[in-house]
């Protein structure tokens, strides 16, 4: 399985580069070194021809990468590294001014500058430096940072000791967070104050020793704020926007608003348009709004899809670029013409070894217990009969949407003749509000329930797959209905709720995300939930695989051993396979080659569920194998 995904990985690709000042930037995985981040200038129409490698992520093997940020005048890149539960700010000098370019060799001997406040520091499970932007080109960083009695923003200019650092803001507020970003136009910096559902946000200038506040109200958590042509653009909540003049008085005019179910998503800023990613239900929409307020959308020609909007810092051009796929539709780059709508193609991946037209795809619906309409991605192979064997994903949490994109894993299932499904539970990005976890599972269920009543699924060839909070949806449904999958494979997997959320100092946000076990409703809540307490599962529960990160401090090891011993205890005759990834974090191994491996076990483990089973039906109705 493993050489069935890298065989048609290696063979496709979308090579784009993202064009700022005189380069253009782009990532891309080596055979020999891994992730790395390059540029190049962007006059040269050869790839990789004058390539300087800035970032190689075989250097930090064991630790993650965040948050790549090249400064303005690009001459150095800051970037997060996080090892375990230590995070730290380093800034590189970059080789090459003027469009000259340093060998690899004298690059890898430049020098790097650690910025790194109370090492040993972790809130909640959170790094300790949350965030960070360039001030004036690349002389200083403005950065947030986890102390042991609050939330601090600091100034750094780099070269100078981190114990120099200004302070420019302090809270000690609990459940408070901040985080910092540079406005596309490099003018100011933008400090975000966020508490539970509110939201403040303030200004940060160049040489000043405190931010101002930008709006005298409480905002929306998911505020955002732009500076354009002397003016702010505010995204103030889900459905409004307001502009206001770039001075003192700040006095704000509604620009745009939606109804729902449609809300604003995230927004982008142009000299002559305005750029929204719009969410509506499950599917995404792309709007354009010009200097004249005349607005349109990108039209899309497909009903189960994934659409992003690329990073564009050029805030002069009037073209947008698009990453846009299906489950049988693999990757395209879209440029579209803001001034005519008109989209072109500029890349796509191509897929070698299978025949995509043998794969159908389309959104059905379900209701949920309360009546509520859920969302369903299936993609099928057409040339199987009714019904057949289903993988189930689902997430549910953090409003992070589960997006039906086109994927080689999936395809190597479709190939074996097992369908694939999403489940759009609530909690996710899909349905607006905040959910009760319970919700999630119970639209979970009706979803499965769904597709075999359809007669789409095969009730006793039933998989699920879930990561990280998605494992604990799949960990807490299985606990309340053990007979429902087959086999689950849960990654990463947050089964110790309860030991998380009473941790000291648990931000109040991820407790609203889960559950406040401070109340008798909260605590009813989670005892219906928690995946730990298995004491009514009986004798029946679907073999299990179990996969850890040994560096994983969101979902550690020793809490995923924890559950694995709960389930044998409970259910001794369980088939469990626990597995532990060494030298990988929360989001799995750095390595892309490391990456499918985890996502070859997975479909093994699906694979040879199925066909064991298959065998043992066979041989009970005295069929040869």
Request: proline share 6%.
């Given at each position: 399985v493993y050489h069935d995904i890298l065989r048609r990985r290696l063979s496709t690709g979308t090579w784009q580069p993202v064009r700022h000042g005189s380069y253009n930037y782009y990532h891309r995985n080596d055979r020999f070194r891994g992730a790395c981040f390059c540029r190049r200038l962007y006059w040269n129409p050869i790839p990789f021809l004058g390539e300087q490698v800035l970032l190689d992520s075989s250097e930090y093997e064991g630790s993650e990468l965040y948050s790549l940020e090249v400064a303005p005048n690009h001459q150095r890149l800051a970037f997060l590294v996080k090892t375990g539960s230590n995070c730290s700010l380093k800034v590189k000098e970059l080789a090459g001014k003027g469009g000259r370019l340093f060998s690899l060799e004298k690059e890898a001997s430049m020098p790097q500058l650690d910025v790194h406040r109370s090492p040993d520091r972790v809130h909640g499970g959170s790094q300790d430096i949350t965030s960070f932007a360039w001030e004036n080109g690349s002389a200083s960083l403005i950065y947030a940072s986890l102390e042991d009695d609050g939330v601090s923003v600091f100034r750094h200019s780099v070269g100078s000791k981190p114990s120099t650092d200004s302070r420019l803001f302090f809270t000690d507020d609990p459940g408070t967070t901040v985080d910092v970003h540079l406005s596309k136009t490099c003018r100011n910096v933008y400090m975000y104050e966020r508490k539970e559902e509110e939201c403040f946000i303030w200004q940060i200038e160049r040489s000043c020793t405190s931010p101002r506040l930008i709006y005298d109200e409480r905002l929306g958590a998911d505020s955002a704020v732009e500076d354009l042509n002397n003016q702010l653009i505010l995204l103030r909540d889900p459905f409004r926007m307001y502009i206001s003049d770039n001075d003192d008085t700040f006095k704000w005019d509604l620009l745009y608003e939606l109804s729902p179910p449609r809300r604003i998503v995230r927004f982008d800023v142009f000299n002559k348009f305005v750029v929204l990613y719009v969410r509506d239900g499950v599917n995404a929409i792309v709007q354009v709004i010009n200097e004249d307020g005349g607005r349109c959308e990108v039209a899309i020609p497909d009903d189960c899809y994934s659409i992003r909007v690329l990073p564009n810092p050029n805030v002069n051009c009037n073209t947008l670029k698009l990453k846009y796929s299906t489950f049988t539709t693999p990757t395209q780059i879209w440029?579209?013409?803001?001034?005519?709508?008109?989209?072109?193609?500029?890349?796509?991946?191509?897929?070698?070894?299978?025949?995509?037209?043998?794969?159908?795809?389309?959104?059905?619906?379900?209701?949920?217990?309360?009546?509520?309409?859920?969302?369903?991605?299936?993609?099928?192979?057409?040339?199987?009969?009714?019904?057949?064997?289903?993988?189930?994903?689902?997430?549910?949490?953090?409003?992070?949407?589960?997006?039906?994109?086109?994927?080689?894993?999936?395809?190597?299932?479709?190939?074996?003749?097992?369908?694939?499904?999403?489940?759009?539970?609530?909690?996710?990005?899909?349905?607006?509000?905040?959910?009760?976890?319970?919700?999630?599972?119970?639209?979970?269920?009706?979803?499965?329930?769904?597709?075999?009543?359809?007669?789409?699924?095969?009730?006793?060839?039933?998989?699920?797959?879930?990561?990280?909070?998605?494992?604990?949806?799949?960990?807490?449904?299985?606990?309340?209905?053990?007979?429902?999958?087959?086999?689950?494979?849960?990654?990463?997997?947050?089964?110790?709720?309860?030991?998380?959320?009473?941790?000291?100092?648990?931000?109040?946000?991820?407790?609203?995300?889960?559950?406040?076990?401070?109340?008798?409703?909260?605590?009813?809540?989670?005892?219906?939930?928690?995946?730990?307490?298995?004491?009514?599962?009986?004798?029946?529960?679907?073999?299990?695989?179990?996969?850890?990160?040994?560096?994983?401090?969101?979902?550690?090891?020793?809490?995923?051993?924890?559950?694995?011993?709960?389930?044998?205890?409970?259910?001794?005759?369980?088939?469990?396979?626990?597995?532990?990834?060494?030298?990988?974090?929360?989001?799995?191994?750095?390595?892309?080659?490391?990456?499918?491996?985890?996502?070859?076990?997975?479909?093994?483990?699906?694979?040879?569920?199925?066909?064991?089973?298959?065998?043992?039906?066979?041989?009970?109705?005295?069929?040869?194998?």
């Open positions: 440029e579209v013409n803001m001034k005519s709508m008109r989209t072109r193609v500029l890349a796509a991946e191509r897929i070698l070894f299978t025949d995509l037209k043998r794969f159908h795809t389309r959104r059905l619906t379900a209701s949920s217990t309360d009546g509520l309409a859920i969302s369903i991605s299936l993609v099928e192979p057409k040339d199987r009969p009714y019904p057949r064997p289903c993988v189930i994903m689902a997430y549910g949490a953090y409003g992070v949407t589960c997006e039906p994109e086109f994927s080689v894993p999936i395809l190597c299932l479709l190939e074996q003749g097992i369908s694939f499904a999403i489940v759009h539970v609530r909690g996710g990005g899909e349905v607006f509000g905040r959910w009760s976890k319970n919700q999630a599972v119970e639209d979970l269920v009706r979803g499965i329930q769904e597709l075999v009543s359809l007669g789409i699924v095969d009730s006793t060839m039933i998989f699920g797959w879930g990561s990280s909070a998605g494992g604990s949806l799949f960990a807490a449904t299985a606990k309340r209905q053990p007979g429902l999958f087959t086999a689950i494979a849960l990654v990463a997997p947050f089964s110790d709720v309860a030991g998380e959320l009473m941790k000291p100092g648990t931000p109040s946000s991820e407790i609203q995300e889960w559950f406040d076990l401070e109340t008798d409703s909260g605590r009813q809540q989670f005892t219906l939930y928690n995946p730990m307490d298995l004491a009514s599962v009986g004798d029946t529960f679907p073999d299990l695989l179990l996969i850890g990160y040994e560096l994983d401090d969101r979902a550690p090891v020793e809490q995923i051993v924890g559950y694995y011993d709960r389930v044998r205890n409970a259910v001794p005759a369980a088939r469990i396979d626990l597995r532990i990834v060494p030298e990988a974090g929360h989001s799995g191994p750095s390595d892309p080659f490391e990456k499918t491996r985890v996502s070859a076990a997975i479909l093994s483990f699906f694979i040879c569920n199925l066909e064991s089973r298959l065998s043992l039906a066979q041989k009970n109705l005295g069929l040869s194998s």
